[in-house]
């Protein structure tokens, strides 16, 4: 209420929101306090009032319940953005929970103006303890209500409010949080030096300290913060990065390595294909054309259908003129990456036998100066 009260006497045109969670006995009473106080200045008063149903952490699901709600609100009527009433003591707690919880975060505590969803969030209040908050209240004769659940509730941020700092320690506290997002934009800055459009630069990577290598990972698998990784799963990712070769399974992708770039790219599960005909074929890990390479052609006869195209697997070896090739020696000559190896296609004939591995050439039998098509391997 000290901000809405702010707001009105500095003569800023503003709505209000409001999300009533129905877990409190006292919420219904504040939300209509709001309502009316709005009413009598004129101010549009938006109020979500639906069941509100969450699984996992409480608070963390009302926040995403009372930020989505901002966000349709700035969407349908057009506002700049949305003004929260976070102060100093909230920034001292925020900063707290995440050295409790070992988060490396966008930003230490609370920044005066963020982005969520593309939606500005201002905090305008964060230079104001709490208690100067219920004080300018308190002289201006604008009530206020104090949920009893920061208190009393079970949930770490309430545990944190029971201890009261002096305004010596939480100056001091200031000072750390600062101090540490100087050194966190440093260390972003230096990650983001790793970093171009195609992904994380292995040379570059390697060269840098664990805390920024650390850092680009988290930049890469964890874009809008959802703090869902550990640092011990960043530091098992980071040992496979530094590796030879890269693959790690990552939700519905994999972290891989091609070319000089670690990256994202989406899961390939084992295939077969097959074809009673000689014909064009557009598929997710290749193609059949009627041009190529000369690796990547192989000349049929009525007999070798239907041909059968699938994914590699284990023990795939091809009979070459100079002998018997298994493939999976072929990849490490070649120095295919490892998800490429999960997705490289090769033709079977209806005998079962192994007639083209693009990139190695076809079979003793089937080679031609006409081949009957191609097929290309695809790759991100």
């Not at 006497?9 to 409190?24: D, E, K, L, M, P």
């Amino acid at each position: 209420m000290a901000l809405v009260h702010m707001c009105i006497s500095q003569g800023i045109a503003f709505s209000t929101a409001i999300v009533n969670y129905h877990v409190r006995p006292e919420a219904d009473e504040e939300v209509e306090y709001v309502r009316e106080y709005c009413g009598s200045h004129g101010i549009v008063c938006h109020v979500k009032d639906d069941p509100f149903v969450w699984s996992g952490n409480f608070e963390a699901a009302a926040r995403v319940w009372r930020y989505d709600f901002f966000v349709s609100l700035v969407k349908e009527y057009g506002y700049a953005g949305v003004m929260v009433a976070h102060h100093k003591d909230d920034v001292i707690e925020t900063w707290l929970m995440q050295r409790e919880r070992g988060i490396v975060p966008a930003w230490y505590g609370l920044k005066e103006e963020s982005l969520y969803h593309g939606m500005r969030v201002w905090r305008p209040l964060l230079g104001y303890e709490k208690k100067e908050l219920e004080q300018y209240c308190i002289d201006h004769g604008v009530k206020y209500y104090i949920d009893e659940t920061n208190l009393n509730g079970e949930n770490t941020r309430s545990k944190l409010r029971k201890h009261v700092l002096d305004r010596h320690e939480k100056e001091k506290i200031l000072h750390e949080i600062d101090q540490a997002n100087a050194h966190l934009s440093e260390v972003r800055k230096r990650a983001g030096m790793c970093l171009d459009d195609k992904g994380i630069v292995l040379d570059q990577y390697k060269m840098e300290e664990k805390e920024v290598r650390l850092s680009v990972l988290r930049e890469l698998l964890d874009p809008v913060h959802l703090y869902h990784l550990s640092e011990k799963y960043l530091c098992d990712v980071d040992h496979v990065v530094c590796g030879k070769d890269c693959l790690v399974v990552f939700h519905e992708e994999w972290l891989v390595y091609n070319d000089g770039h670690v990256f994202l790219t989406e899961q390939s599960e084992p295939y077969r294909f097959t074809l009673d005909e000689v014909q064009e074929k557009e598929e997710k890990c290749f193609s059949v054309g009627f041009t190529g390479k000369s690796t990547e052609a192989v000349a049929v006869k009525e007999e070798d259908f239907p041909l059968t195209i699938r994914s590699a697997e284990a023990g795939d070896a091809i009979v070459m003129r100079y002998g018997t090739k298994k493939v999976h020696r072929f990849f490490i000559d070649r120095h295919i990456p490892l998800y490429m190896r999960k997705r490289w296609p090769v033709v079977v004939n209806r005998k079962g036998n192994i007639i083209l591995v693009p990139g190695l050439g076809c079979d003793v039998n089937h080679y031609r100066q006409h081949p009957s098509f191609f097929v290309h391997v695809k790759s991100d």
